[in-house]
């Protein structure tokens, strides 16, 4: 008898043991998981730097959805749930995201850190190398239209983002600093190699400008290399459509200097680009913001740095690069 109770004794101990292990690994988990921070962006090229800075001590989501044209969209309560729940929530800035500061005022901020990744960034208005922009200034809503957000374009600026980035994921979990610091400095290295690739590559083009079939978006890219840059919708939004002067003037441009391309945005519908490429016999080539990607770019790896090549390939065909 003294030996049955005996295992049973055991038994009893190896079972509580075995409950005891498998309680702190479960805690374990729960541990690592509270770890990860919590991070939220608006635009793709925001999620692929924080995804680079934030490596395996981060979880990233991007706000805005597959596909979608990011200057008319507007968070629906679901989102701003998320971003409610995040420890970091990442934007470029007002003009990009113009809904972000009065939403930011609105929640509970106990333990969100909101970066406005643009900070510090010189901005550009749209007149400064469109054709046929009078400057002048009719309010604050015409003003908003009148300046270019996308300065992740310029890949100098890109750098100042993944600064500010970086930064902003030390303050909130000081103890990654060494891990964050050295993401970004991968993140800027990768960044000032393209620069350089964009420089080489468009410094021997025959055509001088890039003549764009959307919003005003390219500025940054074609003051930072030495190029003209005449986009048909006249602000950085599409809110204001192309006059029938407007386009009648740059198909004349187009005819005159003998460009062979116009770019277009494959995010955006393509029928401007498609009437202008029609009018003019030129062909259309593809230049992407990248401030979105498609569903199919995104679930197939797409990075900004490839995206940025793409756009590369076709400048270099466009321009007639030599």
Same mark, same amino acid.
């Given at each position: 008898?003294?030996? =049955? ?5 055991? $038994? ?6 075995? !409950? ?17 921070? =919590?991070?939220?962006?608006?635009? &793709?090229?925001?999620?692929? !730097? ?29 989102? =701003?749930? @998320?971003?409610? %729940?995040?420890?970091? !929530? ?31 960034? @010189? ?31 310029? !890949? ?21 600093? %060494? ?17 350089? @690739? ?19 978006? &390219? ?43 116009? &770019? ?7 029928? =401007? ?40 390939? %076709?400048?270099?065909?466009? $321009?007639?690069?030599?």
């Amino acid at each position: 008898m003294s030996g =049955v109770r005996n295992k049973i004794l055991c $038994l009893c101990v190896l079972l509580t043991f075995l !409950f005891a292990v498998s309680a702190c690994q479960k805690d374990a988990k729960v541990e690592v998981g509270r770890k990860k921070l =919590v991070v939220v962006t608006t635009l &793709f090229p925001l999620y692929d !730097f924080a995804r680079t800075i934030g490596g395996e001590r981060a979880e990233v989501s991007l706000l805005l959805p597959p596909g979608v044209e990011p200057h008319h969209f507007e968070p629906r309560p679901s989102d =701003v749930a @998320k971003i409610e %729940n995040a420890d970091l !929530f990442i934007y470029t800035g007002p003009f990009m995201e113009p809904w972000a500061d009065s939403l930011l005022e609105g929640i509970g901020r106990s333990k969100l850190i909101a970066i406005n990744a643009g900070a510090g960034v @010189k901005l550009m208005k749209t007149g400064e190398l469109n054709a046929g922009e009078d400057g002048h200034r009719h309010g604050k809503k015409e003003e908003a239209g009148k300046i270019d957000p996308h300065i992740w374009l310029d !890949f100098s600026n890109a750098v100042k983002m993944a600064d500010n980035i970086s930064a902003g994921f030390i303050a909130k979990d000081p103890e990654g600093e %060494n891990i964050y610091a050295a993401n970004a400095e991968v993140c800027k290295e990768r960044l000032r190699r393209m620069d350089e @690739k964009y420089r080489t590559s468009l410094s021997g083009c025959r055509v001088r400008v890039i003549v764009h079939a959307g919003h005003f978006a &390219f500025g940054y890219l074609a003051k930072r290399y030495g190029l003209g840059y005449v986009s048909v919708y006249p602000g950085a939004t599409l809110d204001q459509e192309p006059t029938p002067r407007r386009m009648i003037d740059i198909a004349e441009r187009i005819r005159r200097q003998g460009i062979r391309y116009i &770019f277009y945005d494959d995010i955006i519908s393509p029928k =401007v680009a498609e009437v202008l490429s029609r009018e003019t016999g030129t062909g259309r080539l593809s230049l992407k913001t990248a401030h979105n990607v498609s569903k199919g770019e995104l679930e197939t790896g797409a990075t900004f740095l490839s995206l940025m090549e793409r756009n590369l390939e %076709n400048l270099r065909v466009g $321009l007639q690069c030599q």
